[in-house]
């Protein structure tokens, strides 16, 4: 027996919408490759590298010990003031700490004249600190050339 499937112009829009919106996020992701250079043995650092290939992006990493890290992130640019404990590098822009994929895809998106994106020190909930559930809130600061920073994205405590 024969089944029919008839499918509504509107279905089919929406379904195409649907489609499109899933592939682009995909797409944002596939094929961005984020370098992490890391402290040697940093458990937090593992965990956002992890949720970053969990959210579709390619992840390279490379340990340094205490103050060769240090060293390497004088060397990109990071201000003093908002140090974290790793920083990736995408597409010439550095990522300092735990920033958030959504962070990371808007970035990279809006191309901003700046050296990248920043969540000083390593807030509760963060992504690769624990549960979003129960986060402390956290501000993601855009740096400038000039190493001033703004606030890119916020985000409320919860729980």
């Given amino acids: 027996m024969k089944t029919e499937v008839r499918m509504t112009r509107r279905a089919a829009m929406l379904s195409g919408f649907a489609g499109a919106a899933l592939a682009a996020r995909a797409g944002w992701a596939a094929g961005t490759s984020i370098h992490v250079v890391k402290g040697t043995g940093c458990e937090c650092c593992t965990a956002w590298v992890s949720y970053l290939r969990d959210e579709g992006f390619t992840v390279t990493e490379e340990e340094r010990y205490g103050t060769l890290l240090m060293v390497y992130k004088s060397e990109v640019g990071v201000p003093q003031r908002v140090i974290s404990c790793h920083t990736g590098m995408a597409e010439g822009y550095l990522l300092e700490g735990h920033v958030p994929a959504a962070d990371i895809r808007r970035l990279l998106s809006e191309r901003p004249d700046a ?3 920043a969540v000083p020190g ?3 909930g963060s992504p690769g600190m624990g549960p979003e ?4 809130a956290y501000e993601v600061l855009l740096i400038r ?5 703004e606030v890119f994205a916020k985000y409320d405590s919860r729980g």
């Fill in 115 to 117: 050296i990248g994106l």
């Fill in 145 to 149: 050339r000039d190493g001033s920073t």
């Fill in 133 to 136: 559930e129960a986060r402390d």
């Fill in 122 to 124: 390593m807030p509760y």
